[in-house]
């Protein structure tokens, strides 16, 4: 059973940083790509980061120089850091992962979400 779990969100003041976690289970290696997404109150879901399975990152244009998305495979556990968070941060992240299954196609996982709240 394919699970993702999401932590390290939380309360933090304008230009404070978090890091959020997401453990897969069973294990990391059956996915091919990894994202982290974020949905405010009121918005739509938004991409923030993926990252492939060799490590390569790729970001939203919005979110690039203040959040840094990883993983440790060794941990089955990806990153995402998050600097000089604003108000304007504040959203549900969710973690998500694709997997691809030989002759059913491709599956599309998500966790239940980790709540970041920013203080102005």
């Known amino acids: 059973q394919v699970q993702l779990v999401e932590s390290g969100g939380g309360l933090v003041q304008a230009g404070g940083s978090l890091r959020l976690s997401c453990l897969a289970s069973?294990?990391?290696?059956?996915?091919?790509?990894m994202a982290w997404y974020r949905q405010a109150p009121g918005k739509e879901r938004e991409l923030v980061a993926t990252?492939?399975?060799?490590?390569?990152?790729h970001y939203a244009d919005s979110m690039k120089g203040r959040f840094t998305i990883s993983r440790d495979d060794a941990k089955n556990t990806m990153y995402l850091q998050m600097n000089s968070l604003k108000p304007a941060d504040t959203a549900v992240y969710y973690c998500?992962?694709?997997?691809?299954?030989?002759?059913?196609?491709?599956?599309?996982?998500w966790g239940q979400g980790t709540r970041v709240t920013v203080s102005s």
């Open positions: 990252i492939s399975s060799g490590g390569s990152p």
């Open positions: 998500n992962a694709d997997q691809y299954v030989l002759g059913s196609g491709k599956y599309d996982h």
């Open positions: 069973p294990t990391i290696y059956l996915f091919t790509s």
